[in-house]
């Protein structure tokens, strides 16, 4: 028989239970603050309609198409979600009896056939958290309040939430005499974007050197890959005063204030967004070392309308936002025709896993068992399915020993290496006497209790293993 190596292609990973019980407490907390925040669940099919992902346009990224025939699918071309806003765009204009605003939660895996990097999947899990149907400023606000609230929920102190807003870009872009969201414009954000890698010189240098029609550019000539726009002197000094903007919070609203007083009205708009959230934030006592105006924040250039958020791990930045969002008021204009407003933000889950891995934060456990309970006599085997039972009853994890080597030690090493708390010992004599003998693995102790009193020592002995735990 041909054997298969069990090998996982680039850009997946398995979760084994040390990972997975823990992965699931991550879950199951990021779960109970977004519905303190009044969030509710939804969940939408992992297969969509092309055109319903695609809008009937070519993406960047590579989606993965399932490989069912259009013959047995009609004319649809059926693809797997690459994220969760298309899905809930949908739903969205699908459902007209939803209430304004939609406030929905939704947790599941997504696919892209990206080039995998630290941190970065091609499966992964998104768990999302957006606003539809409210325009206002203070579901923006709001998102950002969620987004420290859920990490400081989940152990981080050292993050921080950067936000700014479309509108700071556009503006600038029409002070340099391009019109927001034509090509030049991204050009011109896609250039800004490389300013933490070649400096506030370089995006100048860059941004003066002549723009080159794509259709006419040398591929063999490494000079000609990067065009400009040919920027004279005077909207060059205007970047560099923009790129120059930066420090706290309050400092780069005065200074953004400055920079576009009497020269744009959409930056001025934009300026009082900013202090607008920034406000709301102060008044709300959000920690205010955990979130910062950010102008260089650029996410989404073709698909966000407002602000927008990132956070960053101030200990682990390698691994990039783990936490984003933004505005984006068209959320189902590609079936409605019409405008919606909508803000939100994602967690990716297995990047966020991933750092928490780096950081030393993930501490699992092998198994969800809290009792084990050995068998020492085939004879008894009834008795130890009595316990058993008793332990299920109460909600309490357990199981009994199955495994091929019969031995006491074998058993309790089994045990051992599994972590589990709890191990019960039911022999004849303690048969005879209706007791049980409980080793507690955690403080290396043995004591014997009437079988009655089994389940009421075993949530004893759980309650002082949390504070030991917490004392430690």
């Known amino acids: 028989m041909k054997t298969v190596k069990p090998t996982l292609p680039a850009g997946v990973r398995d979760y084994l239970p040390a990972e997975m019980i823990y992965r699931d407490k991550v879950l199951a907390k990021i779960r109970a603050m977004y519905e303190i925040f009044g969030f509710s669940p939804i969940e939408t099919p992992a297969i969509e309609r092309e055109e319903v992902l695609t809008g009937g346009k070519q993406l960047d990224m590579i989606i993965w198409r399932t490989a069912t025939s259009r013959a047995q699918e009609g004319d ?12 809930l765009s949908r739903v969205v204009a ?7 605003p939609f406030r929905r939660y939704q947790c599941q895996k997504v696919w892209r056939g990206e080039k995998p990097q630290s941190g970065r999947y091609r499966e992964f899990m998104q768990f999302d958290a957006d606003i539809v149907g409210s325009s206002s400023l203070l579901a923006d606000t709001e998102i950002v ?54 400096g506030r010189d370089g995006v100048a240098a860059l ?11 040398d591929p063999n000539d490494p000079d000609a890959t990067e065009s400009g726009l040919g920027f004279d002197e005077g909207k060059l000094d205007i970047v560099r005063s923009f790129l120059g903007i930066g420090g706290e919070t309050d400092q780069v609203l005065a200074s953004l204030e ?49 602000p927008v958020f990132e956070t960053t791990l101030l200990d682990a930045p390698e691994f990039g936002s783990v936490m984003s969002g933004g505005r984006y008021d068209d959320l189902v204009t590609r079936f409605t025709g019409e405008s919606l407003p909508a803000t939100g933000a994602s967690i990716g889950v297995d990047r966020l896993f991933a750092a928490m891995e780096k950081l030393g934060m993930v501490k699992g456990r092998k198994t969800s068992t809290r009792v084990l309970v050995t068998v020492m006599n085939p004879a008894l085997s009834g008795k130890c399915l009595d316990v058993l039972q008793r332990l ?15 031995a006491l030690k074998a058993q309790i090493a089994y045990a051992l290496n599994q972590d589990v708390p709890f191990v019960v ?40 293993h949390i504070l030991q735990r917490k004392d430690g």
């Open 258 to 306: 400055e920079f576009f007083r009497g020269r744009s009205k959409l930056g001025e708009e934009a300026v009082s967004d900013l202090k607008t959230i920034s406000q709301g934030l102060k008044d709300l006592s959000v920690a205010q070392e955990n979130w910062t105006v950010d102008i260089s924040v650029a996410r989404g250039l073709a698909y966000y309308t407002g």
């Open 76 to 87: 649809d071309r059926l693809a797997l979600h690459f994220d969760l806003t298309v899905p």
């Open 94 to 100: 699908a459902n007209g009896n939803l209430p304004r």
């Open 392 to 406: 299920r009853k109460a909600q309490i994890p357990s199981e009994i020993y199955m495994g091929p080597d019969m």
């Open 207 to 217: 941004l003066g050197k002549a723009f080159v029609d794509q259709a006419d550019r």
């Open 425 to 464: 010992f039911l022999g004849q004599s303690e048969a005879e006497k209706g007791t049980v003998q409980i080793k507690d693995t955690f403080n290396r102790e043995q004591f014997e209790v009437p079988m009655a009193e089994l389940v009421e020592k075993i949530e004893e002995r759980s309650r002082l």
């Open 145 to 198: 309040w969620l987004m420290v609230s859920t990490l400081g929920t989940l152990g981080f102190s050292r993050f921080k939430v950067r936000f700014s807003t479309r509108k700071v870009l556009n503006a600038l872009a029409g002070m340099l005499g391009l019109e927001p969201g034509s090509d030049l414009a991204r050009d011109l954000f896609r250039i800004l974007d490389k300013q933490d890698k070649i």
